[in-house]
């Protein structure tokens, strides 16, 4: 049997199975969910055929499954994100209702990311959208939240946008090009005209921007991702919007490098480059820690987008390293938010006051986490960063990487940002109880840190699969090492030697300091600091969390003054004034909505075809 | 690489790092004391001052954060020094210069000030943590201008490696700092603040923020601070030394060349008074960003 | 001297306004105006004074411990900033039962002044709001600036002197008795 | 090797050492009580220059070797001294300015005011004087070193050892003692 369709059976199979095993126990329905994660993820790495092809004929269509080299990476972020997702979710859903729902939608989503993942062909691809933005959907709107129906129905209109910028591309490449094979496009596609290029690359960017949310098409990606389940957030900022990502790396590639028009991929890399600069200055003001990492999320896919839309082979290669490192470590961090959520019952930062003492695993893994995402040496965001840099230097893109350098300067802003607000500051009476998390939720997230810090020294762990696939993008003979890093112009690093360095530096200061310090140490709370001598009483708190970055604002208060949003503001409503105009001819369910979209298509398609 | 020979070349390398970092120290308080009309102090006051807060007997401690604060800084500190080239064509000295560029040396700088700040948070100290942020707001500030002269020259010579960059200064026999003098002059506006010296010490505002992110630092772990901090301060001014003032083959001449570069910082810090971090960031972003984009504009057109 | 035409007039004003309810009006010199009222009337005299007459400013709040006749005398000093008169208002406030009526709503600096005396001379002032602690921390004694609260005597139980203090002498009789000075009977017993 | 260092008479030699680094390098705490706070200024800039000697203000207790105590001190003011003392780092001295920190000076009889610091906190050196001028700040401090170099600046270890006495002290003049405890 076709092993590209077991793994889809697995995840779909097992979602239906997991409704059923909810409805009878959470005990039944957890150990299925493990089951069918670790089982998708063990089959996914161990025993999937790639070079395995099915075609289905259905109504005059032809449906290929097809994996490639480049897919098979963003499937592999999938695979190890899934079972230690999986995991983490057993505790962190304990007490919700509707389980078997929720986990349904999630495994139907991940099927659908994988079926994106096989799809040879435009239409597949499509259909594997739908399910998944579907999917995603619903779990948007599973909490019930106050606000939760205004943030789902911003990502649908999103999604909307992009599904029917893409469907619009799917139908002119099947009146123009007679075939909705993905490599039979790429392959005829110089002979056509600039124009069909420029249209149809732009409409399947629009589509795929949606999903990587870059600037213009960002607006639901923090309000989406803050107010979903943390344990899914963690995928679908992980490796949902790396769909996003593949097909802009698709695009940009195939479509623009590889017939000529480069001018239109440094287009793209520019949004890429504003999206991350503005997004990292949005993240730093924000109140709540989930909503900071969701605008980090928005910055750090900036980063990739500005990576591939320069097209060289460090600067794709970077941008493919840096989306399954972003992955990582962005689920590790919004499942290390989760826990804190879970544990002290709020993730804002003016409530949360140092938890470091009581959650020291959970700090563990978000500052390996937060380490990677500033990219600083040794740990692996740095091997990430330093290509991208080295790439867009060499290749004489400039301006483009001081944007770049900006907005990863600002990022460590808030980095700190973060860390001190959750983990750090002065001690609370309110969080004296607070205890650690459950280790389902805090042995998958010390894996993943474990991961990254590995991967800092030895990067060529992963460069061997990132090599392949970029054969499958046109670019060939690419080269690696397993920690010596060599740019354009043949400077390199070697990164045994910097992680050397400062490892045993920082060990034997740490021997001697702790060796000379620890006889006479005092331990001390956080009470007992200086306060010009005045003792704090027991209900004081100094702990510092409003207007945290104020001179930062202020000296760069025409970004907030002048980007943000007034315009924009007006825009998203506008839309949505819109969209709950176009509700009311509706019923309002999500059947129906469906429904209109497959109904669209086979217009379009009727169309296209009576045009021809 | 011999790795005894590295091993021997590295600690030389610091020991002498150390050294001449605490007497550099040693010689700004002695001429901040001289244009204030003072006697002041020995120039060797900060190995006294060093030594006394190791002789300190008992050590406060905040949590392990607070007790890794100054190690990040010491490693940070130390590594940036064994990978800016010292001596050219010195085989001994030649330390980690090969393994290592520029990117890495300015993504390397602020993993001692993050490291800090992480151990600053747990102190607890709402002072520390405010000069943390106004901190990192400045590093926003002064690191923009910097990259943009470093990325200039790094495009025009060819090369993003710091030993390049001295190879070729000194095969051609010229200084960076006359061939591209935009970029110079855009590092040199930001030196101060990479300093956190001159107007731009409002971090530790000692009047202020209570000397800000070590406010809660005593004893040991301030002395490997300020040990650290000389160190990091000359493995900066030879990292300026090497990129625009064409490096040198000798301790000597090393010497003479950063003395001269902090001579100037230590002369716009007496001369400056405090700015506010917003003042600060806008005054960085000032004139020191147009000479960069000069630069750029120079590398482009030429 | 200058002629005290502007505060004869006030004098006439004031007679003219409450009649019995003030008494013991004097121009003092010039521009400084004395007069003295009951708690019941003070807070009209001072409304009187701030909203008609322009007394706007309200300079000082003070207390004098009148222990031998069992009193305290509250001053209150105003001052009118373009006919520069001193208003001097005084106010006799039992000892054994200190209440004073809450002027703070009149000039909100009354307020500090008003804590002060509640800290420090026990006086009380309905509706005053503020920490009760203003300077002293943790006070349990007699309010210390009362005059029946003997220092001296707290200091020795609270505190001890370090020797060689003993021979210590008393400045101002020291000097008395090389002077040939009589010191009067209450000045000794009060000389602290 | 490890017997060099328990040695006696090396010992000495890192005791010389130390306490040379100790002497010539005092971060000072001026706490600003009194009248003496004024007497700090011009102290330490241009026209004395206690810098010269080592001295330099500290900004928090945790970097600071000597605290100053520079005038008359309230019962409430002690409090907070005595938080900033033990908040400081051993080796630790006091300086005691004016005659009010040695019997109360002209403050003798007043209710609010401690006559004897040294009760309450160890004094190392007392400057007298009301207040002293700066020259006699500077010879306290050259005292202060002299003593720190004979190893007989130990207040510190003597407020640590007779801890019970001192608090005894502290509470009987500090009413409602809500201090944080210190694990010494």
Not at chain 1, 202 to 225: C, E, Q, R, T
Not at chain 3, 7 to 28: A, T
Not at chain 3, 164 to 180: F, H, L, S, W, Y
């Amino acid at each position: 049997m076709n092993t590209l369709v077991v793994l889809l059976l697995i995840l779909f199979g097992g979602g239906i199975i997991a409704y059923f095993a909810y409805n009878i126990h959470k005990i039944v329905g957890d150990i299925w969910l493990v089951l069918v994660g670790f089982a998708a993820s063990i089959y996914y790495i161990g025993y999937l055929d790639v070079s395995q092809v099915l075609n289905i004929h259905l109504a005059g269509f032809v449906l290929t499954l097809a994996l490639n080299s480049f897919s098979w990476i963003f499937g592999l972020l999938i695979a190890v994100l899934l079972p230690l997702v999986a995991l983490y979710s057993i505790p962190y859903m304990k007490g919700q209702d509707r389980l078997g729902w929720f986990y349904m939608l999630f495994l139907f989503s991940v099927g659908g990311m994988y079926g994106i993942l096989m799809a040879g062909d435009w239409l597949t691809l499509f259909i594997f959208w739908e399910i998944m933005t579907w999917s995603s959907y619903l779990i948007v709107i599973y909490r019930r939240s106050e606000d939760a129906p205004r943030v789902g129905l911003k990502y649908l209109i999103f999604s909307a946008i992009g599904a029917y910028s893409l469907l619009t591309a799917i139908v002119l490449i099947g009146a123009n090009v007679h075939s909705l094979s993905i490599s039979k496009f790429f392959e005829v596609l110089p002979m056509h005209s600039l124009g069909f290029k420029v249209l149809v690359g732009s409409l399947m960017l629009i589509g795929f921007g949606v999903k990587a949310a870059v600037m213009p098409l960002h607006v639901w990606a923090p309000d989406a991702y803050s107010t979903t389940p943390m344990n899914y957030t963690s995928m679908f900022s992980g490796a949902l919007s790396k769909m996003g990502i593949y097909g802009i790396g698709l695009i940009v590639i195939n479509l623009y490098y590889h017939s000529g028009i480069s001018l239109a991929g440094e287009i793209v890399a520019w949004f890429g480059a504003i999206t991350a600069v503005l997004a990292t200055y949005y993240a730093l003001i924000q109140k709540d820690a989930k909503r900071l990492m969701a605008w980090s999320s928005v910055a750090q896919l900036g980063y990739i987008v500005a990576g591939l839309g320069i097209g060289t082979k460090l600067s794709v290669f970077a941008g493919i390293y840096l989306a399954v490192l972003h992955g990582l470590f962005k689920a590790n961090l919004f499942m290390a938010i989760g826990a804190v959520e879970r544990q002290a019952g709020t993730t804002n930062f003016s409530e949360l006051r140092a938890l470091i003492r009581k959650m020291p695993w959970t700090f563990f893994s978000a500052l390996i986490s937060v380490i990677v995402l500033a990219g600083i040496p040794p740990l692996s965001g740095f091997v990430g960063k330093w290509m991208l840099y080295e790439s867009m230097i060499t290749s004489g893109h400039y301006v483009i990487v001081v944007f770049l350098f900006l907005a990863s300067v600002a990022g460590f802003l808030y980095a700190f940002r973060f860390l001190f607000g959750v983990f750090l500051g002065q001690e609370e009476k309110e969080f004296e109880h607070v205890k650690e998390a459950n280790p389902f939720m805090t042995v998958p997230m010390l894996l993943i840190a474990l991961f990254l810090i590995v991967l800092g020294t030895f990067p060529g762990i992963m460069f061997k699969y990132i090599a392949r696939s970029m054969a499958d993008l046109g670019f060939y003979g690419v080269t690696y090492k397993m920690s010596v890093l060599t740019n354009d112009w043949g400077q390199s690093i070697n990164m045994q030697y910097i992680a050397a360095s400062l490892v045993i530096v920082f060990v034997l200061f740490l021997i001697v300091l702790t060796w000379v310090a620890y006889k006479n140490s005092r331990n001390v709370t956080t009470k007992d600091i200086h306060t010009s001598g005045e003792p704090p009483s027991e209900e004081d708190n100094y702990h510092f969390s409003e207007n945290f970055y104020r001179p930062f604002q202020r000296a760069f208060a025409f970004v907030y003054k002048y980007a943000i949003t007034p315009v924009y503001n007006e825009f998203a409503r506008g839309i949505e004034d819109f969209f709950q105009y176009v509700r009311r001819l509706y019923t309002g369910n999500a059947q129906t909505y469906a429904l209109y979209v497959l109904l669209f298509l086979a217009i379009l398609f009727l169309i296209a075809k009576n045009i021809h | 690489m011999n790795i005894w020979n590295l091993l021997l070349s590295a600690i030389v390398t610091t020991l002498l790092g150390f050294i001449i970092g605490v007497t550099y120290m040693g010689i700004r308080r002695k001429i901040v004391a001289l244009a204030q009309n003072r006697y002041g102090p020995p120039i060797y006051q900060n190995f006294l001052d060093i030594l006394k807060f190791w002789s300190k007997e008992s050590n406060i401690y905040h949590g392990v954060m607070h007790h890794l604060a100054p190690l990040w800084m010491i490693a940070m500190a130390i590594t940036i020094l064994l990978i800016v080239p010292t001596q050219y064509g010195s085989k001994f000295f030649e330390n980690l210069s090969f393994n290592g560029d520029l990117i890495l040396i300015l993504y390397l700088m602020p993993f001692g000030q993050l490291g800090m700040a992480l151990g600053v948070g747990q102190t607890g100290n709402p002072n520390s943590a405010i000069g943390v942020t106004r901190g990192l707001s400045l590093l926003v500030g002064s690191e923009i201008p910097f990259i943009m002269a470093l990325i200039a020259v790094m495009i025009q010579y060819h090369t993003t490696s710091v030993t390049d960059l001295v190879r070729i200064q000194q095969e051609h026999h010229t200084w960076i700092m006359f061939s591209s003098p935009f970029a110079f002059l855009a590092a040199l506006c930001v030196l101060p603040a990479m300093f956190h010296a001159g107007p731009y010490e409002v971090i530790i505002a000692p009047a202020e923020l209570a000397s800000g992110p070590m406010s809660e630092f005593g004893g040991k772990y301030l002395g490997t601070m300020m040990s650290a901090g000389s160190i990091f301060m000359f493995a900066k001014l030879t990292l300026f030394v090497d990129v625009f003032m064409g490096g040198s083959t000798n301790w000597l001449w090393l010497i003479v060349k950063t003395f001269t570069v902090y001579l100037f910082v230590i002369a716009v810090g007496i001369i400056m008074p405090r700015l506010r971090t917003e003042q600060a960031i806008r005054r960085l972003w000032g004139w020191p960003l147009v000479f960069a984009i000069l630069a750029f504009i120079q590398v482009a057109l030429f | 001297m200058a002629d005290l035409q502007k505060e004869n007039l006030l004098l006439e004003v004031l007679k003219n306004h409450f009649n019995d309810k003030i008494f013991d009006l004097k121009v003092q010199r010039h521009q400084r105006v004395h007069l003295r009222t009951t708690t019941e009337q003070i807070e009209a005299v001072l409304l009187y004074l701030k909203e008609k007459l322009g007394y706007k400013h309200l300079s000082h709040i003070s207390c004098v411990d009148w222990i031998e006749e069992n009193r305290f005398e509250l001053v209150y000093i105003l001052w009118h900033p373009e006919d520069k008169i001193n208003v001097l208002v005084k106010v006799d406030v039992d000892r054994l039962n200190p209440v004073a009526p809450n002027i703070d709503y009149i000039w909100p600096q009354a307020n500090t002044y008003e804590r002060e005396m509640r800290e420090m001379f026990g006086i009380q002032f309905p509706g005053l709001v503020g920490r009760k602690e203003l300077i002293l921390e943790d006070w349990d004694d007699l309010p210390p600036m009362r005059r029946d609260f003997d220092t001296l005597q707290y200091v020795m139980e609270n505190f001890e002197f370090r020797s060689g203090r003993e021979d210590a002498q008393n400045v101002r009789e020291t000097i008395a008795k090389r002077t040939g000075e009589e010191i009067p009977e209450f000045a000794k017993k009060y000389s602290r | 090797m490890n017997r060099a260092f328990n040695d006696r008479e090396s010992q000495k030699i890192l005791d010389i050492i130390k306490n040379f680094a100790r002497k010539n390098s005092l971060f000072i705490l001026a706490y600003g009580t009194g009248c003496g706070a004024i007497e700090i200024p011009p102290t330490i800039t241009s026209r004395y220059d206690a810098e010269r000697f080592g001295i330099r203000g500290a900004a928090t207790p945790r970097q600071a070797d000597v605290l100053l105590i520079t005038g008359y001190l309230s019962v409430k003011t002690l409090k907070r001294v005595i938080r900033a003392y033990e908040q400081m780092q051993d080796p630790k001295y006091v300086m005691g300015f004016g005659s009010c920190t040695i019997n109360g000076g002209m403050y003798w009889d007043s209710y609010n005011t401690i006559k004897q610091l040294d009760k309450y906190i160890p004094v190392d050196v007392y400057i007298n004087g009301c207040m002293p001028r700066p020259e006699a700040v500077i010879a306290g401090f050259v005292k202060l070193q002299q003593l720190i170099q004979q190893g007989k600046a130990l207040g510190w270890k003597h407020y640590k050892e007779n801890l019970e006495w001192y608090r005894q002290n502290q509470q009987k003049v500090i009413k409602n003692w809500r201090m944080p405890d210190y694990n010494w």
